[in-house]
């Protein structure tokens, strides 16, 4: 697996408080930070980075392209202004956010746009976000598949995406789960509160148990550091099988994100 199991997300979280929450995370022990152009948040991840002083090898950062930055020209230039928010020279792994079909996005030009960020060494490894199996396809057969890290996907036990997941992972692209805790939404599940109990554990901590169990990553965000504590415990947390059957009964395919312009026909 290229992407680590466990990063910290950092959507909508901006000023101190991301400061606060990446440099809080990265006390507490973790080694992924996943940001974004549209995050607006760059530049304060970097600072958290920089504050924390850990060396730079020691970490793992994504990044995201925007669309508007999918042309040609202004893909790698727009790398480029990250990587100086973020205060490296290059980051561990960048994805394109949005495949955009209705903008009229040519997967195969802004995937070979990105590869050549990759050549040009601004990027260790390169992926791609809410693309769905046919788009998926696309991305494969214009760069090749051994170019594409990961899917950075919605998933959660209420929207488990089974065939988009196993098209992935038959290919070895590994699976980048966000939203897993649906802003919340799973947490009062009555499913996960009981296997939460019979683990002492609580029902987020148990739906970060079940996507790591699948082998997908996870890139949960708290801005409180008994919460980023938990989460990463999660790591620690076997579900056994009927555990793992009753939540993947929970897939009501209730998605949280889905814009209109940028968003694929999902596979169901």
């Known amino acids: ?37 549209i995050y607006a948040n760059e530049a304060e991840v ?3 980075i920089a504050e924390s002083q850990l060396n730079r090898d020691e970490l793992f950062i ?6 508007e930055n999918y042309a040609p020209d202004k893909l790698i ?53 809410n693309f769905n199996i046919e788009l998926s396809q696309q991305a494969i057969d214009s760069i090749g598949l051994q170019h594409i890290a990961t899917n950075q996907i919605e998933l959660s036990p209420y929207l488990q995406n089974h065939r988009l997941v196993d098209f992935l992972q038959a290919r070895n692209i590994d699976v980048t789960s966000y939203m897993t805790l649906a802003y919340g939404k799973v947490l009062n599940d009555p499913v996960l509160l009981d296997i939460a109990a019979q683990h002492q ?10 996507a790591l169990q699948q ?35 929970l897939d009501r395919n209730a998605r949280e ?12």
């Open 215 to 249: 082998g997908f990553a996870v890139i949960p965000s708290s801005t409180k550091r008994e919460h980023l504590i938990a989460n990463l415990a999660a790591q620690e947390i076997q579900l056994s099988k009927d555990e793992m059957a009753a939540i993947a009964k």
């Open 201 to 210: 554990a609580s029902s987020a901590q148990i739906a970060l148990a079940w």
């Open 77 to 129: 230039p727009s790398l480029k202004d990250s990587l100086r928010k973020l205060r490296t020279d290059a980051v561990n792994l960048t994805l394109i956010h949005w495949p955009a079909p209705k903008l009229g996005v040519s997967i195969a030009e802004v995937m070979q746009a990105l590869l050549e960020a990759k050549q040009q060494g601004l990027t260790e490894h390169i992926g791609i976000s």
């Open 62 to 67: 994504t990044t995201k392209i925007w669309t």
């Open 257 to 268: 994100i889905n814009p209109e312009q940028l968003a694929p026909l999902w596979d169901e």
């Open 1 to 37: 697996m290229i992407v680590p199991k466990f990063g910290l997300g950092t959507f909508r979280l901006s000023g101190q408080t991301v400061i606060d929450s990446v440099k809080t995370a990265l006390d507490v022990g973790y080694r992924a930070v996943d940001t974004a152009q």
């Open 46 to 48: 970097g600072q958290a």
